[in-house]
């Protein structure tokens, strides 16, 4: 799984060969196929890994002692980070995620476990002032489809640092109260609640 990561990461699904994943892992094909029988079966076990991966690096941002718009920018960040590398990870679990199989299940579990943890954040920053109150769930959807568009989309010469920047003051402008604006190092008009 680890010598096919960056090959799916770096690719759109159907451009992927097995053959690209056998020559990386120094293995023969038979030996692949007895691990994984397809192409989507070991798609799947690479993408939903990595879905692990990434919620331990937020849940360990949720768990720190610091302001929770803070918490709200590390999870940005550590977001897009995870997928810079990896812009066509969900290519094929985005055109199948409305189907009832057990891959998309799946990923809906794991990307329902995401969520939560920044609907979490979002809760902690309404409680802080940092946020309006809304509608967690909502402005989670809202923030995980920010940082989906914008790392698909990205253009060549994007950076890390200006993106991220990008996201939380885009969102932060929308939801933040001037007390939250302050937290995280950006301007906001005053009177807003």
């Given at each position: 799984?680890r010598?096919?990561?960056p090959?799916?990461?770096?690719h759109d699904y159907?451009?992927?060969?097995?053959d690209?994943?056998?020559g990386?892992?120094?293995?023969?094909?038979?030996?692949?196929y007895?691990?994984?029988p397809?192409k989507?079966?070991?798609?799947f076990?690479?993408?939903?890994d990595?879905?692990?991966?990434?919620?331990a690096?937020?849940?360990?941002?949720?768990?720190m002692?610091?302001p929770?718009?803070r918490?709200?920018?590390?999870?940005?960040?550590?977001?897009?980070?995870?997928f810079?590398?990896r812009?066509f990870?969900f290519?094929?679990?985005h055109?199948?995620?409305?189907?009832?199989?057990r891959?998309?299940r799946e990923?809906?579990?794991?990307r329902?476990?995401?969520s939560?943890?920044?609907?979490?954040?979002?809760e902690a920053?309404?409680?802080?002032?940092?946020?309006?109150h809304?509608?967690a769930?909502?402005?989670?959807?809202?923030?995980?489809g920010?940082?989906?568009g914008v790392?698909r989309?990205r253009?060549p010469?994007d950076?890390?640092?200006?993106?991220?920047?990008a996201v939380?003051?885009?969102f932060?402008?929308g939801?933040g109260?001037p007390?939250?604006c302050?937290?995280?190092?950006?301007?906001?008009r005053?009177?807003r609640?």
């Amino acid at each position: 799984m680890r010598a096919a990561q960056p090959i799916f990461a770096r690719h759109d699904y159907h451009e992927v060969q097995m053959d690209d994943v056998v020559g990386a892992c120094g293995v023969g094909k038979g030996t692949l196929y007895r691990y994984f029988p397809s192409k989507q079966d070991l798609y799947f076990a690479v993408m939903f890994d990595g879905i692990a991966q990434l919620r331990a690096e937020l849940d360990e941002v949720a768990a720190m002692d610091e302001p929770p718009a803070r918490r709200i920018h590390r999870i940005v960040h550590r977001t897009l980070a995870y997928f810079w590398d990896r812009r066509f990870f969900f290519s094929l679990i985005h055109r199948n995620e409305h189907k009832p199989d057990r891959e998309a299940r799946e990923w809906l579990r794991h990307r329902e476990a995401l969520s939560q943890v920044i609907r979490d954040a979002l809760e902690a920053a309404m409680v802080a002032g940092h946020v309006r109150h809304i509608d967690a769930r909502i402005a989670a959807e809202m923030l995980l489809g920010m940082m989906r568009g914008v790392n698909r989309y990205r253009a060549p010469g994007d950076r890390l640092e200006s993106i991220v920047a990008a996201v939380v003051d885009v969102f932060m402008r929308g939801i933040g109260t001037p007390a939250g604006c302050r937290v995280v190092g950006l301007p906001c008009r005053e009177g807003r609640t």
